[in-house]
């Protein structure tokens, strides 16, 4: 069955929007990223002030960029038979999307609760809910989210850049895209080292850049992939 390259186009850029539109928003209503390494308590409370906006934003911001996990399959399909390493990179991709995926949703029906507790409870509440974050927040954020998501979506980005390269489908520089935005989103590994070893050095605007890049590139794939023609 032939897989149209415009349904994968799509699926890229709606994947994309469906990122880049609540990781806006919550840039500007929750100071995302840039909160996640603040203490506990400043992360709850201000959670806990954003209310039921703040936790249908987070859900969104987890089930948006879903277009991306089918995308990633059909990419797959599509060039399974050309390239020895697309099975793998494939694995990767879908693996990469649903931790970030698990460890979003922390967001919409964990934290809600703990922000509650710590803002109504007594003070042994508040250092039992604090500590309780600390600990969902490493797991679910650092380790899932952050740490496998990520390492693996730079994976999946880097190898079917490549791909991409080979089969000559796009101009080089589309593929160098990939290629740069990965290696800049890789630095932002530093900083979930810095969670546990002091002093680990961190370039703090990796993250942000890197991420940038990296929808940049999926949008501009996608096009491509609407545009596309063969011979």
């Known amino acids: ?25 919550l840039t500007i209503t929750f ?34 960029g ?10 797959g399909q599509l060039y399974k038979d050309k ?13 990469g999307i649903l931790v970030q995926f698990i460890g979003l949703l922390r967001w919409t029906f964990v934290v809600p609760v703990l ?3 710590f803002v109504t409870g007594s003070e042994m509440a508040k250092e039992a809910n ?17 740490h496998i998501g990520q390492l693996f979506t730079i994976l999946w980005t880097v190898m079917i850049s490549s791909a991409f390269m080979q089969l000559k489908l796009f101009p080089k520089w589309v593929s160098w895209l990939g290629f740069i935005s990965s290696f800049i989103y890789l630095l932002a590994q530093a900083e979930l080292f810095a969670t546990v070893i002091l002093d680990f050095p961190v370039f703090e605007l990796a993250g942000f850049i890197g991420s940038t890049l990296w929808i940049v590139w999926l949008l501009i794939v996608g096009i491509k992939f609407l545009k596309i023609k063969y011979e």
């Open 115 to 117: 922000a509650n507790n």
């Open 31 to 64: 100071d995302y990223p840039s909160i996640l390494r603040e203490d506990p308590g400043i992360i709850l409370t201000k959670f806990h002030h954003g209310g039921n906006t703040l936790i249908w934003t987070w859900f969104s911001f987890a089930f948006l």
């Open 130 to 146: 604090k500590v309780a974050f600390q600990v969902i927040h490493q797991y679910g954020g650092v380790i899932l989210g952050e």
């Open 83 to 95: 390239f020895y390493f697309i099975r793998w990179a494939t694995t990767l991709g879908v693996i």
């Open 1 to 25: 069955m032939k897989i149209p390259d415009k349904t994968i186009g799509i699926l890229l850029i709606l994947g994309a929007l469906g990122v880049l539109i609540p990781y806006t928003i």
């Open 66 to 75: 879903l277009p991306l996990l089918e995308a990633v399959v059909l990419i």
